[in-house]
Structures are given as structure tokens and as C-alpha cells.
């Protein structure tokens, strides 16, 4: 008789892919973990309440985080979607379309360095509004060149129609263009929260540490060695992620196929 | 006249699309317009329609000019050869389109809306959505969303391009009844010589830019650059002469 081994591999994907968030749960639980202690001398809750304590900072920088990915997600994908149409409908598209590429070319680190004169003298250096400002900056053009293939001839015969038919530009977006696209922003909403959710050189820069998101706070705890603390913020900061996957399988993905 | 088309011209880059396009139409007549692809057909219905703007001429419809108004001010509708539904809306919101646009009240919207649906013999389709939908059924939604606001002008470009030949002659005459119940002026361009012929109430023939109207269908019939005595040598030199065909 044969014996397949294709569970056994299967079961050793599914445990090696899991294994870093078992990990990183059983970190944030545990405390006074020493080597060469097999077991962590303390095992339960005490991270997670910590959470509620204004000393470490977690819950608030996990509320900023939430305001200023959700605020770069939104008004980049609008914005995105309003102003991809102009390009795709002007002239020089093209050359339009491999500017919107500049922000990636460049270190994000460096890309904050070129900025902060500016923001500096703006007055939104170290502040929240100039993260904020600073992401959406990395994040409009993704939504450009997300948003690009949306528009093409049918969706300007589309709108043309609409126009024939008594509409002027705002019932073109708000009654056909905006839910013909609805899938399309959705999805282009999680990545834009995505990029933001995870951005660590251009907020480290313009935050200037005023401004700590969980990302930074991550590093802020790996770098004081405070494993179980960075392990508890890691586990914050995979949370709204996986909950946009699942609503996205859900609500999106599903309705796409 | 109800239609007036003066001196339009068009050119993109240095190439003339539309030259010196000139004609006029009566109130609820159909000129059909034949015309190879590439010839300034489109160009010239998306100038009438505000679609495309002209370089020059002007546009009197119903004794006003409408040449520098825009689209939506216009009242006409412009039918593309793909019938554009939206896909979001089922088949009834479809057909109410321009009445909600133009903020009608939901009884009148109603009761207009399920008569076009009798009309187009779409009376148990009101809920389904346009994918649901054969081709015909498809293009008969888009007329009825095109004629349901009345229009002052119709605007055809080749409507009934994509429907295979059974579906496509019915719904020429669907068009032509419902062009004489409700008065409808419009343009219909066709590539088609037999369409042409069977639809325009007026015939034209518009080559690199350059419309020719005809005072009869005999005209037409007879002017070699339409291609109608091509049509007819072919078919004479496919049957033997003296032989009937059935």
C-alpha cells in the first residue's frame, strides 16, 4: 500500500504559515521569559491589561493609527477615483500616468527628508494632520493607477449617455459611476488603509516621534527589548487587517467572482 | 424646418472629419444616414447631440440655436450601437433613468414606466437585471430609456449593429412603430444599405466627411457611389438570367 504524504506536507505548510501569530499570541501572553526556561514564568492577561493603562501608550497609538489609516484610505481613494478619470480622459495621459510611479521610485525615508522643509514650514511637522497629509502623498498615486483601468470607452460612452439623457456631472458620478465602481473602491479603500496601516519610514520622519502610530510603536518596543510588549502591539496591529480580509472575501470578493 | 444643420465643420489634428455638413429635417421624419466606418458619421451625431464641439456651424432645432448649450440642455438622446445599460439597475430603474434624473414624481414615473415596459413587450422583465436579458430585449430597454424622457431628437448610430438578422429586423420595425406613435424626429446611421433604405423617411450618403442628401430613395438607388447598383449587379450576376430562384 502507498502512503500518500501529501497531508503530512500540508500539515507542515498549515503549522509553519500559523505558526508566527500562535507565536506572537503566546508572546503578548506570557512575561518573564528567560532563557534557558523552556515556559515563561508568568502566563495570562497582564499585557492585554496594560493595554488600559495610558503608560504604554498602545490604545492611543492604535486609535491614531485607526483615524489616520482610515482618514488616508478615504480621501485617497476619492480622490483617486475623481482625478484618475481626468487623466485617463487628458491628452498626455501617459506621461501623466508614469509620474503618478515618482513617490516609489524613491526611499520613503528620503521622500519624508525632501518633504519635512515644507511641512516644517506649513506647521504641520510632527503633527498628526501632517502624517496624515505625508501618507496620503504615497498613497493617491496607488489609487491613480488602481483607478486607471476603470476608465475606457464604455464608461465614457457611459457618461455621455447620461448627459444626453438630462445629467449633468454629478448625477453621472453619483447614479451610475460611483456604484459601477463600488467593488473597485472598496478594495482600493483596504489597500490605501493597507499602505497606511503599515507605513514606518515617511511617518517616522515627519512624525519626528510626536506622532506613534502602533507601526512605529512596534519598532519602539523591539528596539527597548520589551518583546512581550512588541509582540502584544504586533498583534494589535494584524487585527484591522484581518478584519478588512474578511470583509473583503465576504462583502467584495465574493460579488467580484 | 424642425432640424437645421449649418456649415458644421470638424477636424482633429489636420485631418477634417465633418465638411461643411449642411441639411435639414423635418418634424418627426427619419433621415437615415449611409456610410462606411471612418467616414465622420459619429463625429457628426456627437456634434449634434453637445458631445463633441464643432469648429464651427450652427445647430437650430426648433427654430432655436442650440450650438454652444450643452447636453444635457439639449433633449437629445444619443443611442449607441451597444446598448449601455447600466448594470447596476434592473430593467425598470433603467427605463426611469431620465425621468428621475429630470426629478419627476415616483406616480408618474410609475404608471410612464410600466406603459413604455407594455410597449416594448417587457411587461414581466420590469424586475430582472440587464444580464438577464437576450440582445433584443436589451436594445428594446435602451429605446424605451432614450424615448420615455420624449425627446426633441433621436440620435441612431447604428442601433442594431450587434443583433443577429432575425432580432434585428424586428427591431426595425419596433423602431418604426414606435417612431410614429410618438412623433419621433432622428437621425439613423447605418452602414447597412438595406437599413438605410428601409428606415429613413429622407436618405443620405456621407463620404470622408461629406454628407449628400437625396430628394427619393430613387436617387439614391440610382447614384453609383452609394453602392446600391453594386448590390444589385451582385445578386443579378449570382442568378443566371431567365432563371427564377425558387
Not at chain 1, 480621501?75 to 483617486?80: K, M, N, P
Not at chain 1, 517616522?204 to 518583546?227: C, D, H, M, P, W
Not at chain 2, 447598383?229 to 432563371?243: A, D, H, T
Request: some cysteine; glycine content about 8%; aromatic content about 12%.
Amino acid at each position: 500500500m502507498r502512503i500518500s504524504l501529501k497531508p503530512f506536507f500540508l500539515s507542515i505548510m498549515v503549522l509553519l504559515i500559523l505558526f508566527p501569530f500562535v507565536y506572537l499570541l503566546w508572546l503578548s501572553l506570557s512575561a518573564d521569559w528567560s532563557f534557558p526556561q523552556v515556559m515563561p514564568d508568568y502566563f495570562g492577561l497582564k499585557n492585554w491589561k496594560a493595554l488600559l493603562i495610558s503608560e504604554t501608550g498602545l490604545l492611543r497609538s492604535f486609535f491614531q493609527s485607526v483615524i489616520i489609516s482610515v482618514s488616508v484610505g478615504f480621501t485617497a481613494t476619492l480622490s483617486g477615483f475623481v482625478i484618475s478619470r481626468n487623466i485617463a480622459y487628458h491628452p498626455k495621459k501617459n506621461t501623466l500616468t508614469l509620474l503618478s510611479y515618482f513617490p516609489y521610485i524613491i526611499s520613503p525615508v528620503v521622500f519624508g527628508a525632501c518633504l519635512s522643509y515644507f511641512f516644517l514650514k506649513l506647521g504641520i511637522f510632527g503633527q498628526m494632520t501632517g502624517v496624515i497629509v505625508a501618507q496620503f502623498m504615497i498613497s493617491f498615486p496607488y489609487a491613480l493607477i488602481f483607478f486607471n483601468s476603470f476608465w475606457g470607452e464604455k464608461t465614457k460612452n457611459m457618461e455621455d449617455l447620461v448627459s444626453t439623457l438630462g445629467g449633468n456631472r454629478l448625477s453621472s458620478f453619483t447614479k451610475v459611476l460611483l456604484p459601477l465602481a463600488k467593488g473597485m473602491l472598496l478594495v482600493c479603500f483596504f489597500q490605501t488603509f493597507l499602505i497606511s496601516w503599515f507605513e514606518y519610514g515617511l511617518t517616522s520622519v515627519i512624525g519626528v516621534g510626536k506622532v506613534q502610530t502602533l507601526t512605529i510603536k512596534v519598532f519602539l518596543f523591539i528596539r527597548e527589548a520589551n518583546y512581550f510588549y512588541g509582540a502584544l502591539s504586533s498583534c494589535l496591529l494584524i487585527l484591522p487587517p484581518l478584519v478588512l480580509m474578511y470583509i473583503n472575501k465576504k462583502y467584495v470578493f465574493n460579488k467580484l467572482t | 424646418m424642425f432640424l437645421e444643420i449649418q456649415y458644421i465643420n470638424k477636424s482633429f489634428g489636420k485631418e477634417q472629419i465633418v465638411k461643411d455638413l449642411n441639411f435639414s429635417l423635418a418634424p418627426h421624419k427619419t433621415l437615415s444616414i449611409l456610410g462606411k466606418s471612418g467616414c465622420g458619421k459619429t463625429s457628426m451625431l456627437k456634434i449634434i447631440g453637445g458631445l463633441l464641439k464643432a469648429d464651427s456651424g450652427n445647430i437650430i432645432l426648433d427654430g432655436n440655436d442650440i450650438s454652444e448649450l450643452e447636453a444635457e440642455k439639449r433633449n437629445i438622446v444619443y443611442l449607441y450601437q451597444e446598448d449601455l445599460l447600466f448594470p447596476h439597475l434592473n430593467v425598470f430603474e433603467n427605463i426611469a433613468f431620465g425621468l428621475r434624473i429630470k426629478k419627476q414624481k415616483e406616480a408618474h414615473i410609475q404608471s410612464k414606466v410600466k406603459e413604455m415596459l407594455e410597449l416594448l413587450e417587457l411587461e414581466d422583465q420590469g424586475q430582472k437585471m440587464p444580464h438577464q436579458l437576450s440582445g433584443g430585449q436589451r436594445q428594446r430597454v435602451s429605446f424605451g430609456r432614450a424615448i420615455i424622457i420624449n425627446p426633441a431628437l433621436l440620435l441612431l448610430d447604428e442601433p442594431f449593429g450587434s443583433l443577429d438578422a432575425g432580432t434585428r429586423q424586428r427591431m426595425q420595425q419596433l423602431f418604426k412603430d414606435i417612431a410614429h406613435k410618438f412623433k419621433i424626429t432622428s437621425l439613423f446611421v447605418t452602414h447597412d444599405l438595406k437599413e438605410a433604405i428601409l428606415m429613413g423617411d429622407e436618405i443620405a450618403f456621407m463620404q470622408s466627411g461629406k454628407l449628400k442628401l437625396y430628394k427619393n430613395k430613387e436617387e439614391f438607388i440610382a447614384d453609383p457611389s452609394t453602392g446600391v447598383q453594386n448590390e444589385i449587379g451582385f445578386w443579378e450576376n449570382l442568378i443566371p438570367k431567365g432563371q427564377n430562384i425558387i
